[in-house]
Nanobody
Framework: QVQLVESGGGLVQAGGSLRLSCAASGGTFSGYAMGWFRQAPGKEREFVAGISWSGGNTNYADSVKGRFTISRDNGKKTAYLQMSSLKPEDTAVYYC??????????????????WGQGTQVTVSS
């Protein structure tokens, strides 16, 4: 079992950047596929980005392609989401998620077994 803690959220102006971190504990991090999801007020949780256990495969929602980059450092047991060219519509609570998996990138929320508590990202116009 793994515990996840996100950090790095905050308030940023449109066009700015933030880097979210997801620190894992209690498991063998390198065996977990990781994902980032977000949920805006009044909206359903949506997939943002995912990365395979090795970091060799990634997948992004169309809305963030070219602006966001997911990565991981298995030695530090941490996943990252680098967000650039932020837009007001990126405002949401961002969650990281994990699932023990060697089968690539997971994009559906119900495929993930473990979730962090979320970190707020607010982009002002």
């Amino acid at each position: 079992q793994v515990q996840l803690v996100e950090s790095g959220g905050g308030l940023v102006q449109a066009g700015g950047s933030l880097r979210l971190s997801c620190a894992a504990s209690g498991g063998t991090f390198s065996g977990y596929a990781m994902g980032w999801f977000r949920q805006a007020p009044g909206k359903e949780r949506e997939f943002v980005a995912g990365i395979s256990w090795s970091g060799g495969n990634t997948n992004y929602a169309d809305s963030v392609k070219g602006r966001f980059t997911i990565s991981r450092d298995n030695g530090k047991k941490t996943a990252y989401l680098q967000m650039s060219s932020l837009k007001p519509e990126d405002t949401a609570v961002y969650y990281c998620a994990a699932r023990w998996s060697y089968s690539g990138v997971l994009v559906q929320s119900n495929e993930y077994a473990y979730w962090g508590q979320g970190t707020q990202v607010t982009v002002s116009s």
